[in-house]
């Protein structure tokens, strides 16, 4: 019996692969923040969940041979950790390896994404789930306990609905 090709989320973390619009996971961590506003199809290769994406359908979904793939895997681990840096700091935030801290430019940042119904809140949604899925569970509720804080802090911005999202994808099944 022929063995199965691997998920394409492993090749892809493994640096083996491109996505399916021919890019490696370095490159997309290495575009400037107005390219990550930009483009809409790799936020489902960077943080993958279980379920199809409706915004592109197409994306490769986690499987449990992938979830455990990453898990165990120090160098997808590591490579996951960066794609949540790099997210962290588009947004205006950042890991200090104990808590996610708003960066000085915070403000700046967040006129991007800090407004009711903007897209990046279900990005936030999906970074928080996938990393709790993939094995960064410190980081995942770190990032959690970062938008609760910016949820006080700027309750006109964003919904109740929003944030019970949040809440839902933080939780471990």
């Not at 506003?37 to 986690?62: C, K, N, T």
């Not at 990046?120 to 960064?136: D, E, F, V």
Request: net charge negative; glycine share 4%; proline share 6%.
């Amino acid at each position: 019996m022929p063995a199965t090709e691997p998920n394409p989320l492993i090749r892809f973390y493994r640096d083996q692969a491109t996505d399916d619009s021919g890019r490696r996971l370095g490159e997309i961590l290495a575009w400037n923040d107005d390219q990550m506003e930009a483009v809409h199809d790799f936020i489902q290769w960077l943080f993958p969940l279980p379920e199809r994406s409706g915004a592109y359908p197409s994306a490769p979904l986690l499987d449990r041979e992938t979830v455990e793939a990453f898990r165990v895997t120090p160098e997808m681990q590591d490579r996951l950790r960066h794609a949540f840096g790099r997210m962290l700091r588009f947004y205006g935030l950042r890991w200090n390896g104990a808590a996610v801290e708003r960066e000085e430019n915070f403000r700046e940042r967040a006129q991007n994404w800090l407004w009711p119904g903007n897209h990046n809140h279900l990005r936030l949604t999906r970074i928080l789930r996938s990393t709790l899925l993939l094995g960064l569970d410190r980081e995942s509720k770190a990032l959690f306990d970062a938008l609760n804080a910016i949820y006080r802090d700027f309750p006109d911005r964003i919904s109740s609905r929003t944030h019970a999202f949040w809440s839902d994808a933080s939780q471990t099944e």
